[in-house]
Antibody, heavy 122, light 112 residues
Framework: EVHLLESGGGLVQPGGSLRLSCAAS????????MSWVRQAPGKGLEWVSG????????YYADSVKGRFTISRDNPKNTVYLQMNSLRAEDTAVYYC???????????????WGQGTLVSVSS | DIVMTQTPLSLSVTPGQPASISCKSS???????????LYWYLQKPGQSPQLVIY???SRFSGVPDRFSGSGSETDFTLKVSRVEAEDVGVYYC?????????FGQGTRLEIK
């Protein structure tokens, strides 16, 4: 059974940094793309970033480009999201999700982890 | 970016009655490979989203056959033939043809 467990969320001041981790199990990790999707409190879903199975290709939403960096450690079955220059509007639950293919496009994302809450406030 | 527009934004349905949600995309989701990259997700209260329908009309593993999807190019519909209590939550359509992946605003389904 596929299992995804996010960690690393918390309260951070505007301008600060945070690194999220997502530990995966139950599948051949390096064979699948991974994505991060966030949900602001009481709001809808926003795709944030994706990474190919090999880690060689990364993709970002314009809202986070230049501030967030996605990476993966395939031997450790873990995907990361380094978030810098955080803003109040980055406050959200961040989900990691498994792609159905090697690249995070033209395929679904499922399952999703339980999410980790990031709060950006002074 | 492709804009996904869902209607209605909320729906109240009597158990056993049907429900229908519309999703329109600002660009065609039909790829040159012949597939249409439109997906439906359900986020049950307090849970993470879960895939319901992929590529317009294919039910994901374990999804009851009361769920069906239809549509083409830019206009899509999710139907629940007979709503049950476990179907409550927020339904999102998602396009996967181009990055960034984008979602509709969500449609909240509640039971009367």
């Amino acid at each position: 059974e596929v299992h995804l467990l996010e960690s690393g969320g918390g309260l951070v001041q505007p301008g600060g940094s945070l690194r999220l981790s997502c530990a995966a199990s139950g599948f051949t990790f390096s064979s699948y793309a991974m994505s991060w999707v966030r949900q602001a409190p009481g709001k809808g879903l926003e795709w944030v970033s994706g990474i190919s199975g090999s880690g060689g290709s990364t993709y970002y939403a314009d809202s986070v480009k230049g501030r967030f960096t996605i990476s993966r450690d395939n031997p450790k079955n873990t995907v990361y999201l380094q978030m810098n220059s955080l803003r109040a509007e980055d406050t959200a639950v961040y989900y990691c999700a498994k792609g159905a293919g090697v690249v995070p496009v033209r395929d679904w994302v499922d399952p999703w982890g339980q999410g980790t809450l990031v709060s950006v406030s002074s | 970016d492709i804009v996904m527009t869902q209607t209605p934004l909320s729906l109240s349905v009597t158990p056993g009655q049907p429900a229908s949600i519309s999703c329109k995309s600002s660009q065609s989701l039909l790829h040159s490979d012949g597939k249409t990259y439109l997906y439906w997700y359900l986020q049950k209260p307090g849970q993470s989203p879960q895939l319901v329908i992929y590529e317009v009309s294919s039910r994901f593993s374990g999804v009851p056959d009361r769920f069906s999807g239809s549509g083409s190019e830019t206009d899509f519909t999710l139907k629940v033939s007979r709503v049950e209590a476990e179907d409550v939550g927020v339904y999102y359509c998602m396009q996967g043809i181009h990055l960034p992946i984008t979602f509709g605003q969500g449609t909240r389904l509640e039971i009367k």
